[in-house]
C-alpha cells in the first residue's frame, strides 16, 4: 500500500484508491484538526499534477457551505498533497449501499445538494463531475459537501473536442449530453444540472437511469433516450419530486 509521510501530519488510515490516487484521513498536529489529505499514485503525469493544483487554487478561492474547505496545498517526495477540512462523514455512494434512507432523509439531501450547487455557481465555477462518490455526507448532523474539483472549470463555457469515449472528462453515468461531445455545443453550468438530475433520480430509486457496460451505448443514452420516469420506476418517489428529476435529465439544456 502506497504511505504517504508529511510533516505536521499524523495519517491514520486510507479511505479511498482510484485511477488517478488514494485519500487519507488525517490529524494536523498542530491544533489536532482531522483532516482529509488527497494525493496522487507514485509517479504521476504532468497533467495530473497539473489538476491538483488547479483544485487546489478553485477551492482555496471559493468559500461556502456545501463546499469542501482546503486547507493547505502540501508535497511529499515530489507529491502534490490536497489537505481538506474533515467533517467525518462518508461519500453518498457508499451510504446509498448500507442505508435505507426515508423520503424525508432523501429530501433534506437533494435540497442541501441544490444549496450547494447554487453556491458553487455563484462562485462562477463548474463541477463537471457531480456523483454520488463526490458528495459527502455526515449523517448524524445531516452535514453535506462536494468534493473532487478536479476537471471543474472558471469558465463560462468551453467548447470540447471529444473523440473517444477513453477520452471523456467526467463520469460516463452522470455526464451530460454535452459532454460526450456529440452534440455540437457548448457546455457551461447546465451539465451540473443533468449530473443533479441522474443523481436524484439514483438517490429516490436506488438505481441508475441508465446502465451499459458499452460506453458508446451509454453515450447513446445520454443523448437519445428518455429514462423511465422516477416515480415509475419506483412507486415511492412523489410525483412532483420525479417531474423534477425528469426536467433536470432534459436532453437539450436550454429546458
Do not use: C, W
Amino acid at each position: 500500500m502506497q504511505k504517504i509521510k508529511l510533516s505536521g501530519y499524523g495519517i491514520s488510515e486510507e479511505i479511498h484508491s482510484g485511477r488517478k490516487g488514494k485519500v487519507f484521513r488525517g490529524v494536523r498536529e498542530s491544533d489536532k484538526r482531522k483532516v482529509i489529505l488527497k494525493t496522487l499514485h507514485d509517479y504521476p503525469s504532468s497533467r495530473d499534477i497539473a489538476r491538483i493544483k488547479k483544485e487546489y487554487d478553485i477551492l482555496e478561492s471559493i468559500h461556502s457551505s456545501g463546499i469542501v474547505e482546503v486547507l493547505a496545498l502540501a508535497e511529499d517526495y515530489d507529491l502534490p498533497i490536497l489537505v481538506m477540512k474533515d467533517i467525518g462523514g462518508v461519500s453518498l455512494s457508499q451510504l446509498l449501499k448500507e442505508k435505507e434512507f426515508s423520503l424525508r432523509e432523501k429530501l433534506e439531501i437533494a435540497i442541501a445538494l441544490s444549496k450547494a450547487i447554487e453556491s458553487i455557481h455563484q462562485q462562477e465555477v463548474i463541477h463537471l463531475d457531480l456523483k454520488p462518490s463526490n458528495i459527502i455526507y455526515n449523517n448524524s448532523n445531516k452535514e453535506l459537501l462536494v468534493i473532487d474539483f478536479g476537471i471543474s472549470t472558471r469558465l463560462s463555457r468551453e467548447n470540447p473536442n471529444i473523440t473517444s469515449p477513453d477520452k471523456l472528462e467526467g463520469t460516463l453515468a452522470y455526464l451530460s449530453p454535452e459532454q460526450t461531445g456529440r452534440m455540437n455545443r457548448s457546455i457551461d453550468y447546465r451539465a451540473d444540472f443533468y449530473a443533479l438530475g441522474i443523481t436524484l433520480y439514483e438517490l429516490f430509486t436506488g438505481k441508475l437511469p441508465f446502465y451499459s457496460k458499452d460506453s458508446m451505448e451509454m453515450i447513446h443514452f445520454h443523448i437519445a433516450v428518455e429514462a423511465k420516469e422516477a416515480h415509475i420506476s419506483n412507486s415511492e418517489v412523489p410525483e412532483n419530486i420525479s417531474q423534477i428529476i425528469k426536467k433536470l435529465m432534459s436532453k437539450k439544456a436550454e429546458d
